[in-house]
């Protein structure tokens, strides 16, 4: 399990979140349904995966916030993603 979780970590570290095909596949193509790491600053970062549909990825942030970003794919054309980003104190 540890080593899965490694490489979906090191899968994550390749997307380019700009890349609504990218985020896609990693949609589409991933099983798993809620996991943590750390980022590259350090914080903690839960992400919480609905196959085929969005991810969710909730940071810890240093500074006290919580970022929530939130990328789904679009229903009415699925080769478009749609982007949220919220916070919380």
Partial sequence: MENELQVLQE?????DWHD?????????N?????????NQDGE????GI???KRIEITTYQKNGW???NVYTIDN???IFIIREEFYKK
């Fill in 11 to 15: 899968e994550i570290n390749q997307i």
């Fill in 20 to 28: 609504d095909y990218m985020i896609r596949d990693f949609i589409n």
């Fill in 30 to 38: 991933n099983n798993f349904e809620i996991f943590t790491a750390k």
């Fill in 44 to 47: 903690t970062v839960i992400f």
């Fill in 66 to 68: 919580i970022r929530i």
């Fill in 76 to 78: 009415d054309s699925p």
């Fill in 50 to 52: 609905v196959q085929g």
